[in-house]
């Protein structure tokens, strides 16, 4: 068992670390020779699980569109435009307003060219955007350089002349070649050639990946979300151990291990905690068969598809249905009893395992719903290991009570009596199911672009539901299910009216969210700001600078920190973080008043006045043509990440980090957090 553990958090410590610098899209080129004088440049990706790349001829205001750019061609022409080979998906987008084309797992771009002479030199690259659903990478080139002899036939007479002809132009293109490189070597030195500017502005491009490591960057909230699994997980199963299908059943189940217990007091206590560990096995093989059933990549891909989310909701409202006590969701009779038979008949470990698998079948009714619920989150998280973990904690929570009042009869004599206090559990658990089931048809709504259920209409629907649960924790509501317990008119005990008070609270407290209003609470279930029809929130925080030299020399002018915002037009994250954090009143005014604000556009397509020569951190040698490419090369060279959104904080004279860096997380207090955590160490270093 220990070394399960201890196998168990390597593998959860493993999948936890996630590195800054990404490389979601893998591409190879090459050149294919067809008949007569033609060829075709085949750029060829393989894309990550989880990440997509955008086809061609999207429009303005999108993200990046896959283009052919020329940097030399002679001896060859373009034919056509570019175009693309695979499985190429359509879906609108609602935060660009406009229906989008892009490929996952694999993609090809093509573009064909004729050759014009015996000779060809072909300098030439792909520029294409790639995101996933928490960012985008900026705009990425994949460069083609080949030169060589025409594949065309050349006619018969005169053919060796043409070829000797051919041969004698590389040679000269080869020493073309060779006095360029010799001319670039001479240049490198002069500051034309130069992309870091030279002293004393060094600094300002001088990396500082090791700082910001030091200070924390690049904390991935994925071993947080693992975390919150595990403690979902736990939570469920001790709402499962409450449940009327669960609770009447441990006394009787303690009772049979005490009796063993008197003959070899050691035997029954080793025999209770088989029973508790069998039941953590039951559940968690449940978990990891969902993970081995579906696979890794296919999860990844359920949680944004649409369909699936849609299933999800419909099953969550029969969960909630049958908790309401509509009906009762039940495995079949003979396959309790025939597992309870094979209990009685076998002996020892066995045993005492399918005891703990026939409480399983027969707490189906009450855990389905439970189960159900915890799956239906883990296996959306897209990661691999949360529904192992989920039912890890919910198996744990569940098998507790059984060990625990075995070891320690006493506990027994204390705990409530089974009563109505269960059919008030379940039905609350059903508001809950219901209010999540929301979450998942909003997921559906916004891939397809229905607009069923805008922001204000969500939140008008959560209302309701948390008003109704409010009004039934304080005895105004009633089900079916509470005549069960007795008297109807009996009144609620104290400690439902006050959890009545909090929910009608909180649907109160969403009510001003219909205009605008952050609710914080609900940021993480709700449909992002954007889809709001009436809001009346308009604050909005624009950078004062989108240049990264101008912009650290107007902060060295005024005094004040620099806040770095590496974002991009066609970036869908820096959207929501605007739309959900940046309209905040307290981040909004620390941004404008105590900061100077940068917005560097890593897609940004403004040509650089000259071409810049840059060596990257494996030592090759690519070019800079743009804006957008200066932007991205600072991001990564600098601070060692490549993907968007991205914040860091700098000291504007000595340009290294003041704090950690931020990415794409709605948590508006710790954004707030990392916005007085920078200010503050700035203030410390300048009295």
Known sequence: MHRFIISLLAVILSTSVRAQMMEPVHFTSQLKTLQGNEAEILFTAIIDEGWHVYSTNLGDGGPVSATFNIVKMDGAEPVGKLQTRGKETKQFDKMFDMELRFFEHKATFVQKVRFTKPTYTIDCYLEYGACNDEMCMPPTQVEFKQQGKSPAAAPEKGKAEVEKKAEDEVKAEEAIVADTVAVADTVAADSSMVTVPSSPEDALWAPVIDEMKAMGAGDSLTDHSLLYILLMGFVGGLLAVLMPCIWPIIPMTVSFFLKRAKSDKK???????????????????????????????????????????????????????SFFGWFEIKLPGSWTDKVDTKASETSGLLSIFLM?????????????????????????SGNWLAPALGMFGFAFALALPFTL??????????????????????????????AFALKFLSVADLAYGWHILDREVFLSLWIV?????????????????????????????????????????????????????????????????????????????????TDYEAGMAAARAQGKPVFIDFTGFGCVNCR????????????????????????????????????????????????????????????????????????????????????????????????????????????????
């Not at 027969?362 to 883990?378: D, K, Q, Y």
């Open 267 to 321: 035997k029954g206590i080793r025999d209770a905690i088989t029973y508790g560990l069998s039941i953590i096995v039951i559940y968690l093989g449940l978990g990891l068969l969902v993970t081995a059933f579906f696979g890794s990549d296919t999860l990844n891909a359920m949680s944004t598809n649409a369909v699936f989310n849609i299933f999800l909701f419909l099953l969550l409202v029969v969960f909630a249905l």
């Open 356 to 380: 703990a698998f026939t409480l399983v079948l027969v707490s189906f009714s009450c855990t389905a719903p439970i189960i159900g619920l915890l799956l239906v989150e883990t296996t959306t």
């Open 405 to 434: 009042f075995a070891l320690f009869p006493t506990w027994l004599k204390q705990a409530p009596k089974s009563g109505s206090w269960m059919t008030t559990l379940k039905v609350v658990l059903g508001f809950v199911e219901l």
């Open 465 to 545: 539901i948390f008003a109704l649960l409010g009004a039934y924790l304080c005895g105004w509501l009633k089900f079916q299910e509470d005549e069960v317990g007795g008297d109807i008119r009996k009144p609620m005990p104290v400690l439902c009216i006050m959890g009545g008070l909090v929910s009608l609270a909180f649907a109160v407290y969403m009510v001003p969210g219909l205009w605008g209003a952050p609710c914080k609470a609900v940021s993480a279930f709700a449909p992002p700001m954007n889809t709001q029809d009436f809001n009346l929130n308009t604050k909005t925080v624009e950078a004062q600078f």
């Open 576 to 687: 929501k973080m605007e739309a959900a954090v940046w309209t905040d009143q307290r981040v909004a005014d620390r941004l404008t008043r105590d900061y100077v604000l940068i917005s560097l556009f890593v897609d940004d397509k403004t040509p650089l006045a000259e071409p810049l020569e840059v060596t990257d951190e494996q030592g090759n040698t690519k070019t800079l043509r743009t804006v957008g490419a200066k932007w991205s090369y600072l991001q990564s060279h600098k601070f060692g990440a490549n993907a968007q959104p991205y914040y860091v904080i700098l000291d504007p004279v000595t340009a290294s980090p003041l704090s950690g860096s931020r990415a794409y997380d709605e948590d508006i207090p710790a954004y707030l957090d990392f916005l007085n955590g920078g200010l503050e160490r700035y203030r410390e270093l300048t009295k």
